[in-house]
């Protein structure tokens, strides 16, 4: 079978957070 | 305080320490329950580190239900090859590439290779890293390769 790649995965990112700090 | 917890977590995020940024959510998360960005940087740590069925507890125990969990719980279920559960969880997710990129992939694994290609070609001007690997596959799976 051709090869799949997840990218789903690569779709997910943590929040940017800057301005909690 | 909040806000160096924020800091330190910052730091690990950065360094994609995923075990940290869980250890560090947790807690923000028993000062600040409902936190949002605490609660989404857990799921996605858990996610990114495939612990997938954690993932998934740690969106069912949250009493906040973010915007996203829903697209988070489906990636985690297609993970567990929980298929049609995956397809349920997304349609109650607004539409977007990351949720047409997802059913795309759950919809291959179904074998529904004509569906699978429908919605990638809809991704066409979204220019996603690598998409056309995905979609050729759906292509050849179909016996549509010359296309
Ligand atoms: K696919």
Same mark, same amino acid.
């Given at each position: ?16 957070i800057?301005n909690?700090? | 305080? *909040?806000?160096?917890l924020? +800091? +330190?977590? @910052? =730091?690990? /995020? ?5 075990? @940290?940024?869980?250890?560090? +959510?947790?807690? !923000? ?9 605490a609660?989404?940087?857990?799921? %996605?740590?858990? !996610? ?28 985690? *279920?297609? =993970?567990?090859?929980k298929l ?10 607004? =539409? @977007?590439?990351? +949720? ?5 992939? !759950?919809?291959? =694994? ?6 699978? /290609?429908?919605i ?7 220019? %996603?890293? @690598?998409?056309? /690997? ?14």
């Amino acid at each position: 079978n051709p090869i799949v790649l997840d990218l789903a995965y690569n779709m997910i990112e943590f929040p940017d957070i800057e301005n909690r700090m | 305080a *909040l806000e160096d917890l924020f +800091t +330190t977590l @910052n =730091r690990h /995020i950065q360094a994609s320490a995923f075990d @940290n940024v869980v250890k560090f +959510t947790d807690q !923000i998360l028993a000062i600040a329950p409902d936190d949002e960005d605490a609660l989404r940087c857990k799921v %996605v740590a858990l !996610i990114k580190n495939d612990h997938v069925e954690d993932a998934l507890s740690a969106i069912k125990s949250s009493r906040k239900q973010l915007d996203d969990f829903h697209f988070f719980k489906a990636y985690c *279920l297609y =993970r567990q090859n929980k298929l049609d559960e995956a397809l349920e969880s997304l349609k109650r997710q607004a =539409r @977007n590439d990351e +949720t047409m990129l997802l059913e795309c992939q !759950i919809l291959y =694994r179904l074998g529904k290779m004509d569906a699978c /290609i429908d919605i990638y070609q809809k991704l066409q001007n979204s220019k %996603v890293d @690598n998409m056309e /690997i995905n979609s050729v596959a759906a292509l050849v799976m179909a016996g549509r390769s010359s296309e």
